[in-house]
């Protein structure tokens, strides 16, 4: 170990929390930023710590980041030691000039409460003494819940009022406590009156992000990203989305996959202003650029061009409607070629492309019209018009003079490749002749015999294994017992107590159920010792039992809450306990 390192355990050795605050800078200029970040190290990351936040009265909190790492000392003596840290990283921006204080942040952990030291920044600098009023920040979407939901689905639309044709940003997102074990969606939301366009969709596992929703902290997932573009004006709803959700707390029970629904969500669409110029599309609603080009600029004539017109821009590119290029003299017109290309990103935006093939039909300089496109634009909240520039193209001779021109006296060089359809009464096939000749063809026959034997085999099985004996309950005894205590750890990981004693007395009575095949959920503790004593449990086990359970009892309802390690003496003597019912139930059932 370096000198570095020791000197570093030495002092987290003497005191294993840490709780200070620190400034990237104590002196800037109005108008600039300062960093304030504050360090929380505690050396046992299963011990419940809780922070409060400094109050900043003269600073407005324009970026929070907390973060959280585990690092590892290594101590001759003691050997691998653990410590846990989380940084808390606000950017503040100061309200007027002058000395400002940066209160107290508070640290309560292990029954002590910890306090870092009070800072000051002193804001100088040009400008006015008070910072100018700002247009007001979008609000942050609060989740709706009721209670305390572990786990919940939530919708957000970026805005609720829009035009028709405008686009509506809709997210779908999981707020979990608890791990999520298994996701699964039962029923997409309904969008009936909009256009549809994905935006993300999770490929192989969901990403979560950390929020605090009412004072709780919450897993975040995004799990469905669409635009959506209004076709008609009206207040349009979006249906709800249901899913199935399983999480480390709830997957021991019967019902632990729950179907959650995020909660209502209409938007208001109002129809487009009047005033639209001639030849507007009512979906035509965004900001677009057009620009149309010519493959070649010189032909002969009779040869065909490509006329291509590009609409770049934000919007439902997709279901724009382009008008026709009015007719143009001295060409013949054919239906275009479409394609679209949209760029990944919230605001829909990209290319269409649309490709017209044009056919001169004369010689000379032939001129194509300029294309428009008329829309409406829902940010300024005004008609407007883009146009691409008029294009020439040269055509050399005179269509059907010869050359390219001439296509008539061209002969169809398919046509000796072409054979003629033959009509036949019956289709031939050799494949029924093969097969019996075969070797595999007496298998083949056998086939459907052994599945059905195999059948009466797997049902006899499964039969033998529905019994219910003695053995079948000692195994499914255990596999509950595991299941529970894997809920067990997880709460003591989490320091919740309340749910650990719980889960502790059902495995303890959960047990005694599956190996005497009675119901004593409801027994009293007197009605439970006398029902031990009637089946032959010595009188220590029987105290061992009842003592255990009331320990429970207490336990939950306790004004001081256990630590982790009188949770983990819990699940040894409960492990112990296990092991006298069984042995008990087998000597009794060998008798």
């Known amino acids: 170990m370096t000198r570095g390192a020791l000197t570093l355990f030495l002092l987290w050795a003497a005191d294993p929390v840490v709780f200070e605050a620190q400034l990237s800078n104590d002196q800037i200029n109005f108008g600039e930023t300062v960093q304030l970040t504050i360090q929380v190290s505690t050396g046992d990351p299963n011990t419940h710590a809780r922070y409060a936040a400094p109050d900043l009265p003269d600073f407005e909190i324009v970026q929070f980041t907390p973060q959280q790492s585990t690092q590892w000392l290594i101590d001759p003596a003691r050997g691998q030691q653990v410590k846990h840290v989380e940084f808390y990283t606000y950017v503040l921006r100061p309200r007027r000039k002058g000395t400002l204080r940066i209160g107290e942040a508070k640290l309560v952990y292990g029954g002590r409460t910890y306090t870092t030291r009070p800072l000051t920044v002193h804001v100088g600098g040009s400008g006015p003494a008070v910072a100018p009023p700002q247009p007001p920040l979008p609000e942050l979407h609060t989740p709706t819940r009721s209670g305390s939901d572990e786990a919940f689905l939530d919708v957000q639309a970026d805005k609720t009022r829009v035009f028709v044709g405008e686009q509506v940003t809709v997210t779908w997102y999981l707020y979990t406590q608890s791990e999520v074990l298994k ?238 359809l033959r009509n036949a009464k019956t289709i031939q096939s050799r494949v029924g002749a093969v097969l019996y000749k075969s070797s595999v063809f007496l298998p083949f026959l056998a086939l459907p015999v052994g599945l059905y034997v195999l059948l009466v085999l797997v049902d006899k099985v499964r039969e033998r294994l529905r019994r219910e004996t003695p053995r079948a309950r000692l195994r499914r005894a255990r596999g509950r017992a595991r299941r529970r205590f894997r809920a067990a750890e997880y709460y003591i990981r989490m320091n ?55 320990a429970c009892d207490f336990a ?35 008798a």
């Not at 159920?513 to 004593?520: D, L, S």
């Not at 809450?561 to 060998?590: D, F, K, N, W, Y």
Request: net charge neutral.
């Open 496 to 550: 919740r107590p309340a749910a650990f004693y719980g889960e502790i007395a059902r495995v303890i009575r959960d047990h005694i159920e599956e190996r005497f095949g009675a119901n004593v959920a409801g027994m009293t503790l007197g009605e439970l010792r006398a029902f031990l004593t009637d089946r032959g449990f010595p009188t220590p086990v029987v105290d061992q039992i009842v003592d255990e359970l009331e």
């Open 183 to 420: 996701y699964r969606t039962v029923t997409e939301p309904k969008t009936d009156g909009f256009w549809v366009e994905e935006l993300y969709v999770p490929s192989q596992r969901l990403l979560y992000d950390r929020q605090m929703v009412r004072g709780q902290e919450y897993s975040v997932a995004t799990l469905l990203k669409r635009a959506l573009f209004p076709l008609s004006a009206g207040k349009l709803s979006i249906g709800p989305m249901e899913s199935e959700v399983t999480t480390f707390s709830t997957a021991f029970y019967a019902t632990g996959g729950a179907v959650k629904k995020t909660p209502p969500l209409s938007i208001e669409v109002a129809p487009l202003p009047g005033g639209a110029p001639a030849g507007f599309d009512p979906a035509n609603v965004g900001r677009f650029q057009v620009a149309a080009s010519l493959d070649r600029e010189r032909v002969a004539a009779g040869e065909p061009v490509t006329l291509k017109v590009t609409v770049t821009g934000q919007g439902n590119l997709r279901n724009i409607k382009l008008r026709r290029p009015e007719k143009m003299d001295g060409f013949k017109t054919y239906e275009p070629k479409v394609t679209d290309r949209l760029d990944a990103g919230d605001v829909v935006q990209g290319v269409k492309t649309v490709e017209y093939l044009l056919v001169p039909q004369r010689g000379g300089e032939l001129t194509i019209p300029p294309v428009e496109l008329s829309y409406f634009d829902p940010y300024d909240k005004k008609y407007a018009s883009a146009r691409s520039e008029r294009l020439k193209l040269a055509v050399v001779g005179e269509a059907g003079a010869g050359g390219a021109g001439n296509a008539g006296g061209t002969e169809n060089v398919l046509a000796p490749a072409i054979r003629n």
């Open 556 to 590: 939950r309802f306790a004004p001081t809450a256990p630590g982790p390690v009188e949770m983990r003496s819990a699940v040894r003597r409960t492990r112990e306990i296990l092991s006298h019912i069984e042995r008990i139930r087998v000597r009794e059932e060998a």
